[in-house]
Every structure is written in C-alpha cells, then in structure tokens.
Antibody, heavy 124, light 108 residues
Framework: QVTLKESGPALVKPTQTLTLTCNFS??????????VSWIRQPPGKALEWLAR???????FYRTSLKTRLTISKDTSKNQVVLTMANMDPVDTGTYYC????????????????WGQGTTVTVSS | SYVLTQPPSVSVAPGETARITCGGS??????VHWYQQKPGQAPILVIY???DRPSGIPERYSGSNPGTMATLTISRVEAGDEADYYC???????????FGGGTKLTVL
C-alpha cells in the first residue's frame, strides 16, 4: 500500500534553512506519470501548495515562494526532499508530503495519498 | 493567479443535505477536487475530477461543476461529516496547484 512519511526538525530559527524529507513506499517516482507535492498548513489556516516534482524531474514551485524553495528526489531511496531558505515565523505550520493521483485511477491533478504531516515551528 | 472562493462555514442538521460551493473564474473549465480534513488529521480525497468518488467514500458524497460554481454535496449528513472541506484545482495556465480557503461544516 502507498505510504508517505515526513521528517525534519520540529524547531528552526528565523533565517535558517529548513530541510524536510519525505520517505514513501508503495510506488516509484521512476514510474511515468508519478508526481509528489509538498503542502503546508499554518495553524488554524488553509492548505497551501508549495512545490511539485514529477517522475521526469520536472519541478513546479509556488510563485510567491519560488526563490526560497528547492524540491528534489532520490529515486534509489524513495525520497523527496524540500528545502526552504530564510525561514520566518509565518512559515510555522504542518508540512505534508502528498502523492498525486495516477492516470487511470484518480489522477493526475488530485492528491490521493497524504503523509501524516510534520509540524515545524519557526522561533528564536 | 487563480483564486478559489469558498464560504467560511456551512451548518446543517443531521439527516439534511449540505452543499459547499467553490467559485473561480471560468471554473467549469477546471477539474475540481475536494478534500475532507478533520481536526488533527491529514486531509483525505472525497471527490476527484468534479464528480468522481474514490473507493471507500460513501455514496452520500457527490460533486458537480456545471457552470459558475463547483459544489460538493453531502446527503443525509451525519455527525461524523463535521470537518473542514477544501476544493482544489491545478491551474495549467500558471502551473500552480490552488486550494480554496476551506469551509467548516458544522452538524447542528
């Protein structure tokens, strides 16, 4: 079955760079059509998409955060990594790693499997 | 950038029908997906591509996107349906994934 799990620091200081890792199983990012996104949710607020990486290494970023974000994959480890530079307290929230639906099932523009999320607090 | 607009809250009595709307420019040309999020949990997909239901989602959940608004309809609402609901599209013009602001469904 498909699972995704996020990991990373629970606390970062302002101006630091956040690195989050998503370890997944049950699918491969070498499979044509596979896509993984990162989504975050500030406390009490709405979901916010951050970035997407595709099986062919295409990458897409939230326009307003593009200069701060980098998404990458390690297909040998079944991992997707997100870095966010110059962290600020407004970046506090829960960060989710999410798989896009697969063409032929629900996909590809929806999000069919979500990680449990990892909470990040930005504070000095 | 593309914007999706949802009402902040919808309230309904048990057994009644809840309708949650999602508006956006020319939304009928978009494929809309819906998610349910309960407190402390990750969202789950309840409707994809306007009106399809993933396996395991009750038939009481349905979606439509016929014109100016996409709508998530929950029939015969139960206490367990109380949650936040989000609509979502992939805007291919800007290559951005967009969420609505979310709607809190309260079961009275």
């Amino acid at each position: 079955q498909v699972t995704l799990k996020e990991s990373g620091p629970a606390l970062v200081k302002p101006t630091q760079t956040l690195t989050l890792t998503c370890n997944f199983s049950g699918f491969s990012l070498t499979t044509t059509g596979m896509r993984v996104s990162w989504i975050r949710q500030p406390p009490g607020k709405a979901l916010e998409w951050l970035a997407r990486i595709d099986w062919d290494d295409d990458k897409f970023y939230r326009t307003s955060l593009k200069t701060r974000l980098t998404i990458s994959k390690d297909t040998s480890k079944n991992q997707v990594v997100l870095t966010m530079a110059n962290m600020d307290p407004v970046d506090t929230g829960t960060y989710y790693c999410v798989r896009h639906g697969v063409v032929g099932t629900t996909g590809p523009d929806d999000l069919d499997f979500w990680g449990q999320g990892t909470t990040v607090t930005v504070s000095s | 950038s593309y914007v999706l607009t949802q009402p902040p809250s919808v309230s309904v009595a048990p057994g009644e029908t809840a309708r949650i709307t999602c508006g956006g420019s020319n939304i009928a040309s978009q494929s809309v997906h819906w998610y349910q999020q309960k407190p402390g949990q990750a969202p789950i997909l309840v409707i994809y591509y306007d009106d399809d239901r993933p396996s395991g989602i009750p038939e009481r959940y349905s979606g439509s996107n016929p014109g100016t608004m996409a709508t998530l309809t929950i029939s015969r609402v139960e206490a367990g349906d109380e949650a936040d609901y989000y609509c979502q599209v992939w805007d291919s013009d800007s290559d951005q994934l967009v969420f609505g602001g979310g709607t809190k469904l309260t079961v009275l």
